[in-house]
């Protein structure tokens, strides 16, 4: 769970194992992009006070993980 003030911003780290897996391809998605989004890779910017359910889907050989 993260917590974030309207205009906040956090960045989340992902490890993906293993280290050597062929497809790393990752799809950051935000359930209501007037609340909360992906500024680019990991990073969530907060722009309204309400709950949002942010999700990091990987594909690998496409097919989701």
């Given at each position: 769970?993260?917590?974030?003030?309207?205009?906040?911003?956090?960045?989340?780290?992902?490890?993906?194992?293993?280290d050597?897996?062929?497809?790393?391809?990752?799809?950051?998605?935000?359930?209501?992009?007037?609340?909360?989004?992906?500024?680019?890779?990991?990073?969530?910017?907060?722009?309204?006070?309400?709950?949002?359910?942010?999700?990091?889907?990987?594909?690998?050989?496409?097919?989701?993980?």
């Amino acid at each position: 769970e993260i917590v974030l003030d309207i205009g906040e911003m956090e960045t989340l780290e992902v490890v993906i194992t293993p280290d050597d897996a062929s497809d790393k391809t990752l799809n950051w998605s935000s359930s209501d992009s007037t609340v909360a989004y992906f500024v680019q890779n990991g990073q969530i910017k907060a722009i309204f006070d309400c709950v949002n359910i942010l999700t990091l889907k990987l594909f690998s050989n496409a097919r989701e993980r």
